[in-house]
């Protein structure tokens, strides 16, 4: 078993930076792909980034590339999602992801095998 625990999340400005945290339990978190999703109310939870699980490889989706990283610290059992100029329509419960030896693109929640709580970031004026 893997255990996700998002932290991070709050209320913040349009053009404001938040970063959250993805800490996960077990000792085989390096060999996952990581992760992130967001889901607004009454959407899909869609796609926002991912880190291949040797750090080398990432993606992100269009809404967000320029404006977010994500990067991993195995030592710590610990991915990031550094959000920045954030804006109204960023607003949305975050969700980190494991995905065991996960390949590119790492868009498919479906090939996620574990999955945190959620945290929420609320984007306003």
């Known amino acids: 078993q893997v255990q996700l625990v998002e932290s991070g999340g709050g209320l913040v400005r349009a053009g404001g930076s938040l970063r959250l945290s993805c800490a996960a339990s077990?000792?085989?978190?390096?060999?996952?792909?990581m992760g992130w999703f967001r889901q607004a109310p009454g959407k899909e939870r869609d796609f926002v980034a991912a880190?291949?699980?040797?750090?080398?490889?990432?993606n992100f989706a269009d809404s967000v590339k320029g404006r977010f990283t994500i990067s991993r610290d195995n030592a710590k059992n610990t991915v990031y999602l550094q959000m920045n100029s954030l804006k109204f329509e960023d607003t949305a419960v975050y969700y980190c992801?494991?995905?065991?030896?996960?390949?590119?693109?790492?868009?498919?929640?479906?090939?996620?095998?574990?999955w945190g709580q959620g945290t929420q970031v609320t984007v306003s004026s």
């Open positions: 992801a494991a995905d065991y030896m996960g390949s590119w693109p790492f868009t498919e929640p479906l090939e996620y095998d574990y």
């Open positions: 077990g000792r085989t978190f390096s060999r996952y792909a």
């Open positions: 880190i291949s699980w040797s750090g080398g490889t990432t």
